[in-house]
């Protein structure tokens, strides 16, 4: 079956750098996305990989090696505004969209 | 309307009635899409529609239909609602294939 794997709750502290994981198996693959989505609103769109190695985008980074079946989404200079869910997603062979349940961030002062 | 608008915001149902969900995007978007989000799962597809007048089953369907008569609506309907239901239901949009999606505000259902 078709499966993505992400910490369920992560803790950090403002003002650090925090890196949130996800593996994944699917039926092939079409791209990788990362959304975030603060408490009671909708996901956003965050990032994008269909080929190895890093994305930059201002503070926040995405990884994605396909050998591994692995990403991870890089947050630095933490901001209280960044407590959320990241929400980590793969596109498979059917450009069907696999969803993980999403990594809860918690934001230190 | 600027993006995608869904009806109600929330809504509190009794087990056996009937209820559509509305979902207008202005973005003319040719896909869309329905999910639900419960607490501790990913989000679930229930139904999608490439492009107006077609439309697909997701991951979960069984008591959920819907319609693409034009490319800016797309409406869900519970022909006749169970508490299982319960969940906060997200309309969403994109361009087509591996593009990002856009996201509604979400429609929070209880079915009592």
């Known amino acids: 079956g078709q499966n993505i794997d992400q910490p369920t709750e992560m803790t950090a502290t403002e003002g650090a750098i925090v890196q949130i994981n996800c593996t994944y198996q699917?039926?092939?693959?079409?791209?990788l996305f990362w959304y975030q989505q603060h408490a009671g609103e909708a996901p956003t769109f965050l990032s994008y990989n269909v080929l190895d190695g890093l994305e930059e985008k201002g503070r926040f980074s995405s990884f994605l090696s396909r050998s591994k079946g692995y990403s991870y989404l890089l947050l630095k200079e933490l901001q209280m505004k960044d407590s959320a869910s990241y929400l980590c997603?793969?596109?498979?062979?059917?450009?069907?969209?696999?969803w993980g349940a999403g990594t809860k961030l918690i934001i230190k002062p | 309307i600027a993006g995608i608008t869904q009806a109600p915001t929330s809504q509190i149902l009794a087990a056996g009635r009937r209820m559509t969900l509305r979902c207008t995007q202005d973005m003319r978007h040719n896909a869309m899409y329905w999910y639900r989000q419960d607490l501790g799962l990913g989000l679930r597809l229930i139904h999608y529609?490439?492009?107006?007048?077609?439309?697909g089953k997701g991951e979960v369907p069984d008591g959920y239909s819907v319609s693409r008569a034009n490319t800016d609506d797309f409406p869900l309907t519970l022909a006749s609602a169970v508490p299982s239901q319960t969940s906060v239901y997200f309309c969403?949009?994109?361009?087509?294939?591996?593009?990002?999606?856009?996201f509604g505000n979400g429609t929070r259902l209880t079915v009592t």
């Open positions: 529609s490439n492009t107006a007048g077609t439309t």
């Open positions: 997603a793969v596109m498979d062979s059917n450009y069907q969209l696999i």
């Open positions: 699917t039926s092939g693959f079409n791209g």
């Open positions: 969403a949009s994109s361009t087509g294939d591996n593009s990002p999606l856009h």
